[in-house]
Nanobody, 124 residues
Framework: QVQLVESGGGLVQAGGSLTLSCAAS????????MGWFRQTPGKEREFVAV????????FYADSVKGRFTISRDSAKNTVYLQMNSLKPEDTAVYYC?????????????????WGQGTQVTVSS
């Protein structure tokens, strides 16, 4: 049974930083495509970042490029999202997602497994 458990969310002032973690069980992050998405009330869940199974392909949404960094620790079987220079518009529930596929997709339906989400709130 696959489980993805996010942590690290919270309240931060604009310009601050947070690091989200996604601890995986039932799958291996180094052989899976791992992504981060986010969602605000009334809006669709949107792509934030993805790291391919090989780790060699990483993509970001334009809105976070240069500010967010996705990474993974194979020994801990955990994926991270380092978020710097946070803006109020980054406020959302952030979700970790995984798929056995090798293509680092940006669409929600390309991912088979999802975490429960962690709230990030950025105050102005």
């Amino acid at each position: 049974q696959v489980q993805l458990v996010e942590s690290g969310g919270g309240l931060v002032q604009a310009g601050g930083s947070l690091t989200l973690s996604c601890a995986a069980s039932g799958l291996t992050v180094s052989t899976s495509t791992m992504g981060w998405f986010r969602q605000t009330p009334g809006k669709e869940r949107e792509f934030v970042a993805v790291i391919s199974w090989s780790g060699s392909r990483i993509f970001y949404a334009d809105s976070v490029k240069g500010r967010f960094t996705i990474s993974r620790d194979s020994a801990k079987n955990t994926v991270y999202l380092q978020m710097n220079s946070l803006k109020p518009e980054d406020t959302a529930v952030y979700y970790c997602a995984a798929t056995p596929g090798i293509i680092p997709g940006r669409a929600r339906d390309e991912y088979r497994y999802w975490g429960q989400g962690t709230q990030v709130t950025v105050s102005s």
